[in-house]
């Protein structure tokens, strides 16, 4: 079987799928149980359904635009179909694996796979790591400004609590600062340079063990550097607008559901907006598939406040409309793209860097 088969089929294997389904579900559960919420449920019954309805029209145009996204960053080398499959398997893997490691792996190979070569491949899923990055870099210190304060939430927590969510956002906010420098420094200014240096870390005698996978690692930056030089002020405009495009329509569909079932001010929308944000900096340290467990349990100490009694509905709510889908929608794409894809001799695109 091919290498990069096993590794798709590994990567999405059923365990992988039901391990962030019953996290998830269990920890929804008992946000309900301990408190006797189950009454709570009631409230969908209630909610205004042009707000649960603009959310879903929110979803389907962020998806839109990690569409939009992604083709424009390979030139418009993928369809608009393609570009679909690409999506759907990349958001189902990042549901199905831990968010500090993402699915960029996978990600790599599904490109790769769509006819796109190796160096290629990798160039377009580190850009996408380095833009997100860079938006949260940016985007953070603007939320923390503007929110004076009332951004790191204090609903139904102790002192020392908020401390340490505010040590975990911190402590968060640097590793993802000095990871995407680094990036940005292998990418865009000394590629051999970084090589060269992980080289020389890897000849520590206790790092010796790492040296293979710093050579290749090294190699994949050069590929990845070489493939982005020459691009054009229109090129970086697309990469960049979308980006932001994609990230804020995505926060703002937390909006739409809190909408749906309290009265939101101007002022609360970007508060909630500033708070998602520095919410999901926070969750990138999830050591659980796609957050699950965590996110449901980290919820109503954030947005709580917003929603009195309907923290645990909206909670429910967010994560059946963000989360569950790409793990059915994943499950139906995979099998056909992997007939697809894997179904005939490879391109000479396919194994050529």
């Not at 990349?90 to 968010?99: I, N, Y």
């Not at 990230?247 to 907006?273: G, K, M, Q, T």
């Not at 520095?278 to 449901?296: D, K, Q």
Request: aromatic share 14%.
């Amino acid at each position: 079987m091919d290498q990069n088969k096993k590794t798709i089929l590994k990567s999405f294997s059923p365990v992988k799928v039901l391990i962030p389904v019953l996290l998830g579900l269990g920890a929804t559960a008992w946000l309900f149980i301990k408190d006797d919420k189950l009454s709570e449920l009631k409230g969908i019954a209630d909610a205004n359904i042009w707000w649960l309805v603009a959310a879903l029209v929110v979803l389907v145009v962020r998806d839109a635009g990690y569409m939009y996204r992604i083709r424009s960053l390979t030139d418009k080398f993928l369809t608009w179909r393609n570009s679909l499959d690409v999506i759907m398997l990349w958001e189902f893997a990042s549901a199905v694996t831990p968010s500090v490691v993402g699915g960029t792996t996978v990600a790599t190979i599904i490109l790769n796979k769509e006819g796109i070569p190796l160096g290629k491949s990798l160039a377009y899923v580190m850009l996408t790591a380095v833009l997100d990055n860079m938006f949260f870099i940016v985007a953070a210190p603007i939320a923390l400004l503007l929110s004076q304060g009332q951004v790191f939430p204090t609903f139904n927590l102790d002192p020392s609590d908020v401390a340490k969510l505010q040590s975990a956002f911190y402590i968060s906010y640097a590793l993802i600062a000095i990871y995407t420098f680094i990036m940005i420094y292998a990418l865009f200014v000394r590629p051999r340079a970084f090589k060269w240096l992980l080289l020389k870390l890897t000849a520590i005698r206790f790092l010796r063990k790492w040296r293979v996978n710093a050579f290749q690692h090294g190699n994949e930056i050069i590929w990845a550097s070489e493939q982005l030089k020459g691009k054009d002020f229109n090129y970086w405009a697309r990469a960049i607008l979308s980006t932001v495009f994609v990230w804020s329509a995505r926060y703002f569909l937390l909006n739409c559901l809190i909408a749906a079932f309290v009265d939101v001010s101007f002022s609360e929308h970007l508060l909630i907006i500033s708070r998602n944000l520095i919410f999901w900096i926070v969750m990138l340290i999830a050591i659980t598939p796609g957050g699950a467990g965590i996110v449901e349990m980290a919820f109503p100490s954030f947005f709580g406040l917003f929603l009195g009694t309907f923290s645990s509905v909206v909670v429910v709510l967010y994560r059946l409309i963000t989360y569950y889908p790409y793990l059915i929608l994943g499950s139906i794409f995979l099998p056909k793209w992997v007939a697809k894809v894997f179904g005939h001799q490879p391109r000479e695109s396919e194994v050529n860097v």
